[in-house]
């Protein structure tokens, strides 16, 4: 279980590093995104490990890293570009 939490943190903290690369003007800042990465991956692998049991390295690391990208992609902001005004402003 120590493997899968340590591959779980490492996959979740790539994770939040490349979003924040990719993606740093829709991002808050880096010491944000970096931890809710990690955190996300090890609920994600808790919560895996816990529904499907030991045994299941490989889909336990794929439900970590699903919940880590489900909660980085709650931090994005919309783009500029995008945001229209209002008629009355």
Aim: proline share 4%.
């Amino acid at each position: 279980m120590f493997l899968e939490a340590f591959g779980a943190a490492l996959l979740g903290l790539a994770l939040a590093w490349a979003a924040s690369y990719r993606l740093p003007h829709r991002l808050p800042s880096r010491t944000l995104v970096l931890p809710t990465g990690v955190a996300g991956a090890l609920f994600g692998a808790f919560l895996t490990h816990t529904t499907l049991g030991a045994g299941h390295f490989l889909a336990i690391l794929v439900g970590a890293v699903a919940v880590s990208a489900a909660l980085l992609s709650l931090l994005l902001r919309p783009e500029e570009r995008f945001r229209r005004r209002s008629a009355t402003a």
